[in-house]
C-alpha cells in the first residue's frame, strides 16, 4: 500500500473530535453496537485504529466497552494485515466485515473493482489463520460477464470459509454514473433478468448449507444476525460520524443529519476548538410522523421477521391492519406474506420468502 493510500491524521483526529462532540450531546451513556465502515476504514494504520477504538470505548459516560457490544469492522481484501487482525482482537472488535464480491477478475475489473481474486484469496486465508471470531462476507449475483458457473463457483468459495453471515446483492446500477454510461452504451452487456435468476440460484445453495435469510439481501447462521443492521432496520438512533455520514435520532422530534461531503471542510470544522454538532457543515431535517410511518414499513418488511402490530400502534396510534388494507389481503390471496399471533397479543406482519421478492411492489401498493 503507497503512501497516498493511506488516511491522514487530521482527518482521524476529526473524527475523533465528531464522535467525542455527538456523544455528548445526545446523551449517550453506552453504545449498542458499532460499525466502522464506508468502504476504506481499513485504509488506517493499525496505529490508527487503535486509536480510533479507544476514542469510541471512552467517549461515553460508561468509559467501556460492555462484553456484549456488537463491533463491526468493514475491509478491503487488499489492506488486510496480521497487525491489523491482531489489534481488532485486542480492541474488542467482534466481527470483519470483508467484501469479496467475485472471484471472477474479468467481471471484478468492468465493474472497477481492482482487487484480483488472489488478493480476495490471500486475505480470506490470513484472516482464517488470524481471526478466531465473526466473520460477514458478501457477494453480488450477475456482473457483467460473468457465468451462471462463475457466479456458482465464487458463492461455493465464499461458503468454504464458513463465514458466520453471508450478504449476497444483485448488481445496483446507478443512473449517471460510469459504469450505467457503459451499459446504456453497449460497452458493458448486463443482464437485470439473469442477476435476477442467479441471485434465486444462490439462495437455494444458501439455505441448503444452513444460511437462514432474515433480510432482503442478508443470511446468517442461526443467532448471528447483524444486530447494527437489525437496529437501523428497526427505526432504532444510530449517529453516523464521518464525511459524509448520516445519523437518524428519533424522539417527539425527531432529527436526521448529513455530514458534509467534503473532506476539507470536515477536517476543518471538526478540528476547531468550538465545533458542536448543532453547527456541523451538512443538512439537517426534521422527521414528521408520515415520514417516520413510511420508513418504518419500509425498513420493517424488508426484514423476514416484518412488523408488529402492537408495536406500530404504540408508535403511531393507528391499526396496522386497516394500514396495510386491500394490498395486504392481495398479497396473502397470493400466499406471499404471513401473519404470526404475538405473545402477550398483537400480530406479527411479514412477507415471506417469495413475498420478499415483491417488496417494491408491495412498498410501491402501500
Not at 111 to 138: F, P, Q, Y
Not at 201 to 207: E, F, N, Q, T, Y
Not at 214 to 226: A, D, G, I, L
Request: aromatic fraction near 10%; proline fraction near 2%; include cysteine.
Amino acid at each position: 500500500m503507497g503512501n497516498n493510500c493511506r488516511v491522514p491524521d487530521e482527518y482521524l483526529s476529526a473524527l475523533k473530535s465528531e464522535i467525542a462532540v455527538r456523544t455528548l450531546d445526545y446523551g449517550v451513556v453506552s453504545w449498542n453496537t458499532v460499525y466502522i465502515g464506508g468502504g476504506t476504514p481499513s485504509l488506517l494504520s493499525p496505529g490508527q485504529l487503535s486509536s480510533l477504538l479507544t476514542s469510541i470505548r471512552k467517549s461515553t459516560k460508561a468509559g467501556n466497552f460492555d462484553s456484549t457490544l456488537e463491533i463491526t469492522m468493514e475491509m478491503n481484501p487488499e489492506t488486510v494485515t496480521r497487525e491489523k487482525l491482531e489489534v481488532l482482537s485486542s480492541e474488542q472488535v467482534s466481527r470483519i466485515s470483508l467484501g469479496v464480491q467475485s472471484f471472477a477478475d474479468k467481471s471484478l475489473e468492468k465493474v472497477g473493482r481492482h482487487c484480483t481474486s488472489e488478493k480476495t484469496v490471500a486475505a480470506l486465508d490470513m484472516i482464517r489463520k488470524n481471526w478466531s471470531k465473526r466473520l460477514n462476507l458478501d457477494i453480488i449475483a450477475g456482473l457483467p460477464g460473468e457465468s451462471e458457473k462463475e457466479f456458482l463457483e465464487s458463492l461455493e468459495r465464499i461458503i468454504s470459509y464458513d463465514p458466520d453471515h453471508i450478504s449476497m446483492y444483485t448488481l445496483t446500477v446507478e443512473d449517471g454514473t460510469p459504469l450505467a454510461g457503459k451499459i446504456d452504451s453497449g460497452v458493458l452487456d448486463f443482464d437485470c433478468d439473469l442477476a435476477d435468476s442467479l441471485w434465486l440460484r444462490g439462495r437455494k445453495v444458501l439455505s441448503a448449507n444452513g444460511y437462514r435469510q432474515y433480510e432482503v439481501s442478508n443470511f446468517s447462521r442461526p443467532s448471528m444476525e447483524s444486530i447494527h443492521n437489525l437496529r437501523y432496520w428497526n427505526q432504532k438512533n444510530y449517529i453516523g460520524c464521518g464525511a459524509g455520514a448520516c445519523g437518524t435520532v428519533y424522539s417527539d422530534v425527531s432529527e436526521r443529519f448529513t455530514n458534509t461531503h467534503d473532506i476539507a471542510a470536515y477536517v476543518k470544522y471538526w478540528n476547531s476548538e468550538n465545533a458542536c454538532a448543532c453547527h456541523a457543515p451538512g443538512t439537517r431535517e426534521k422527521l414528521d410522523m408520515e415520514t417516520r410511518e413510511f420508513e418504518y414499513l419500509m425498513m420493517g418488511f424488508r426484514t423476514l421477521r416484518g412488523i408488529s402490530s402492537s408495536e406500530y400502534e404504540r408508535l403511531f396510534s393507528a391499526d396496522l391492519r386497516t394500514r396495510l388494507g386491500a394490498v395486504w389481503k392481495d398479497f396473502s390471496d397470493r400466499g406471499l406474506c404471513c401473519e404470526d399471533e404475538e405473545d402477550g397479543g398483537g400480530t406479527r406482519f411479514s412477507l415471506n420468502e417469495k413475498g420478499i421478492l415483491f417488496l417494491n411492489r408491495f412498498l410501491v401498493e402501500l
